[in-house]
């Protein structure tokens, strides 16, 4: 099938046509980052008028009327309303927005008509951030900007138009010109506190993480993303996986199937807890933690830590050993921690205090009741403890992030029937076992592990590391974690959550499932690669504060005061003036180095060339020198040349021509 537009169609294009054409392209590339978000009509809106424009570019008709073009946006507009029920936001300007821009195509009178439909495409170009400011999507921005000034260029010949290639080259050009000086107002250039591109309302929407709440399913519902949460950067040797517990939500209050947050009073954090009385051993963990942002408020650390944060309204604390902020955050937030894997607190609670962990529903789970006056063990709850996470061990109890549905007496179902579940299932069973029994106990949400990257050394956190376990409290001891998933799927802990599921890759890809699980295969490099690009673009650019921002400045100055720096920048300056030399020097005419050839010989032989005297006078004076005649034809020769060469026109001069000024210079020489 012969394709419907030629190659050589398009090169030979009038130069209206060709630039329209050039423009829609533009329009297009700008508008293509939204076709993901936009509602779908508004999609097809779009894309049928660019193509509905092309085609009349291409067919040489005329616009279509005002009259027309005028219901049709008003109509669109109200599609608009219709799907966000306000004209005003985000995402109901962006649509508008396209809308127009895609209507205004259809509008172009008059040249100036050309650089509105252009300066709107950089407008749109600008919100595209509004969803994404990954460094993909800031790669193909920067190729928007060439092709949108490649454009705007374009209409600025008046003559012959280059090729579209060269004028795509020297648009590069002058971006590349630029850079340094965006570079420069980057890093100097003040900075604001919070998100430059986050909007009220709707620019907060779409967020995703933990919840303060867990039923069946709602942990398992987590694993399923790969989307970041945090990252890690340790000082010294990290912990082994089985140690990286990090804690977020802890969850005391259950009802029969869902549990949650009990009502406890928070404090701020820096302030003495109520009875917090902690011991440590070993030696601290220090380490940065840059949590992503989610629209949450908690912040997850290992246990036990103390963490230098700065979040808007600061942070609050339980004595449950959760951090808060006092508000979502809405903005990637780091900070510094220091952690003590090996810890005991609150190990000499008053029996008041205990009430709330062991309080269980009335007519729930009547069958796990029995079976926990069954493992009971009065006087030893350690044992006890084992008892349960034997039967774990030695029943055919299943890890799966698929588990059957389960009724009103969930734990039993679990305990009974499917012995099937999520680490949710295990730890919802676990502990109401141990309150069954007399043993305070609670559930904790946070994640567990992480997947170290070789390349920046960071350990990254994902939603698919979303884990929940158990907190005991023992006499003497305090609370102590319990993870029953460990009893049942020991993978899961000492290594991944990959590790510890069947590896049934869709379509037959087994071995790419293999390769990625593999950390030394090319797959797994080039994934920690593209990880770590990421990551250093989320450190140095898109965090870059105004608390960063004063801080590498500050440093900075400190570099180029003291000796070290001034050497350094000088030896830069010096580097500078040497190749701006380099490039200023000249390649030199060979007909030019010829001619001065001859005059540094005539001048040698006393004949000097005056400075008011060009090669004929200069050849008329020479004819009264004592030569050959010979070598005064060759001279004679040389000065003609030379005279077509310098003053002639340009078809006069040829390559070739040089090699024969030298052979008749040789001439004169020997």
């Known amino acids: ?14 130069r209206d046509k060709a630039d329209t054409l050039l423009l829609l392209a533009a329009a297009l590339l700008v508008l293509a980052p939204h076709m993901g978000h936009l509602p779908l009509w508004t999609t097809a809106v779009v894309l049928g008028t660019l193509a509905w424009r092309a085609a009349i570019t291409w067919r040489g008709k005329r616009m279509p009327p005002l009259w027309l073009l005028l219901p049709v946006s008003v109509a669109a507009m109200a599609g608009v309303y219709a799907s966000y029920r306000t004209l005003l936001g985000r995402d109901a300007g962006v649509a508008m927005l396209a809308l127009l821009l895609a209507f205004k195509l259809l509008e ?61 080259r020297d648009t590069g050009r002058i971006f590349m010109i630029a850079s340094p000086l965006a570079v420069f107002l980057f890093i100097a250039f003040p900075r604001f506190q919070g998100p430059l591109w986050g909007l009220p309302g709707d620019a907060r929407s779409g967020k995703s993480g933990m919840s303060d709440t867990m039923s069946p399913g709602s942990v398992a519902s987590l694993a399923l993303s790969e989307e970041v949460v945090f990252r890690v950067r340790f000082f010294g040797p990290p ?32 302030e003495n807890l109520q009875d ?51 508000s979502p955050m809405y903005e990637r937030v780091r900070y510094s921690a220091t952690a003590w894997v090996n810890h005991q607190w609150q190990a000499s609670l008053p029996p008041e205090r205990m009430a709330r962990w062991l309080r269980l529903p009335q007519d729930y789970n009547p069958r796990t009741l029995e079976l926990a006056q069954a493992l009971r063990r009065p006087g030893d709850p350690a044992a006890a403890i084992d008892a349960v996470l034997a039967m774990f061990r030695r029943e055919p109890f299943r890890y799966t992030l698929e588990p059957p ?90 290594h991944n959550l990959a590790r510890s599921l069947p590896q049934n890759a869709p379509f037959g890809l087994d071995g ?21 690009l990421n990551n250093a673009w989320n450190q140095w650019v898109l965090d870059y504060n105004p608390d960063r921002q004063r801080s590498f400045l500050e440093e900075l100055s400190f570099g180029l005061f003291n000796w070290r720096g001034a050497a350094g920048v000088a030896a830069i300056a010096a580097l500078v003036l040497l190749m701006r030399n380099l490039r200023r020097r000249v390649v030199p005419d060979p007909v030019e180095a010829a001619y001065a050839a001859f005059c540094r010989m005539m ?5 000097e060339r005056r400075l008011d005297e060009g ?42 021509s040089a090699d024969r000024l030298n052979a008749l210079l040789n001439e004169l020489k020997n």
């Open 1 to 14: 099938m012969k394709p419907a537009i030629k190659p050589k169609q398009l090169r030979e294009l009038p």
């Open 108 to 168: 172009m009178h008059a040249r100036r008509d050309l650089f509105v439909v252009i300066f709107l495409s950089f407008f749109m170009l600008l919100t595209t951030f509004f969803y994404t400011q990954a460094i993909w999507m800031a790669i193909l921005m920067a190729g928007s900007v060439v092709v949108l000034l490649t454009t705007l260029m374009t209409f600025q010949y008046t003559g012959a138009v280059p090729p579209l290639r060269r004028r795509l």
């Open 239 to 270: 912990p082994p996986q089985s140690k990286l517990y990090w804690r977020g939500i802890v969850l005391s209050d259950f009802d029969g199937k869902t549990w949650t947050r009990s009502s406890r009073p928070l404090y701020a954090y820096g």
């Open 276 to 326: 917090l009385t902690i011991t440590v051993q070993g030696e601290p963990l220090r380490h940065d933690i840059t949590l992503e942002p989610a629209g949450k408020r908690w912040l997850f650390s290992l246990e036990l830590t103390a963490p230098d944060v700065h979040v808007p309204g600061g942070i609050v604390a339980s004595d449950e050993l959760e951090l808060t902020a006092r």
């Open 405 to 494: 549905p389960l009724g009103r007496h969930t734990v039993d179902d679990f305990l009974f029937t499917t012995r099937a579940g999520f680490c949710e299932h295990y730890a919802a069973a676990f502990t109401v076992l141990m309150r069954a029994m007399g043993i305070p106990a609670r559930v904790v949400n946070g994640y567990q592990g992480g997947e170290m990257n070789p390349v920046d050394g960071y350990l990254t956190v994902r939603q698919s590391d979303a884990h929940a376990w158990a907190e005991v409290w023992l006499p003497q001891r305090g609370w102590v974690r319990i993870d029953p998933t460990a009893a049942v799927a020991p993978e899961r802990v000492e």
């Open 512 to 532: 790419l499932a293999g390769l990625r699980n593999n950390p030394d295969s090319w797959l797994s490099q080039l994934r920690f690669s593209i990880n770590a």
């Open 603 to 607: 001048a040698r032989k006393g004949w």
């Open 615 to 656: 090669p004929h006078s200069y050849a008329l004076r020479l004819q009264d020198l004592e030569l050959p005649e010979t070598k005064k034809a060759a001279m004679r020769n040389f000065l003609e040349l030379y005279g077509k060469l310098k003053y002639g026109p340009p078809d006069v001069k040829h390559p070739a």
